[in-house]
């Protein structure tokens, strides 16, 4: 079983930049589709982003798009999210999940299995 980590979130300043990091443990990570999803105080958990297990396609909320990259180093067991141009609205806590990458629900929470512990981003105007 794929075990997921967080880490690289905190303060930020608007427009600035910000590296979250999901390191995995387990064999079968490199079959895995990852996501990230955020969920903000009082909202409810969203999508943000996700990547294939081969890296060949992601996709981005549209609130993201254009700021986010996802990106996946398999010989690290890491995906990354590169925020970039970050907005107050970006606060939120960020998590990474898991699926046994069928093609399917990528964007979609309840298709993930395994997920990380979160990690607090917080932009500030």
């Known amino acids: 079983q794929v075990q997921l980590v967080e880490s690289g979130g905190g303060l930020v300043q608007a427009g600035g930049s910000l590296r979250l990091s999901c390191a995995a443990s387990?064999?079968?990570?490199?079959?895995?589709?990852i996501g990230w999803f955020r969920q903000a105080p009082g909202k409810e958990r969203e999508f943000v982003a996700a990547?294939?297990?081969?890296?060949?396609?992601?996709y981005y909320a549209d609130s993201v798009k254009g700021r986010f990259t996802i990106s996946r180093d398999d010989a690290k067991s890491t995906v990354y999210l590169q925020m970039n141009s970050v907005k107050p609205e970006d606060t939120a806590v960020y998590y990474c999940?898991?699926?046994?990458?069928?093609?399917?629900?990528?964007?979609?929470?309840?298709?993930?299995?395994?997920w990380g512990q979160g990690t607090q981003v917080t932009v500030s105007s």
């Open positions: 999940a898991g699926q046994w990458d069928l093609g399917l629900g990528l964007t979609n929470m309840h298709a993930y299995v395994v």
């Open positions: 387990g064999p079968t990570f490199d079959k895995y589709a």
């Open positions: 990547i294939r297990w081969n890296g060949d396609e992601t």
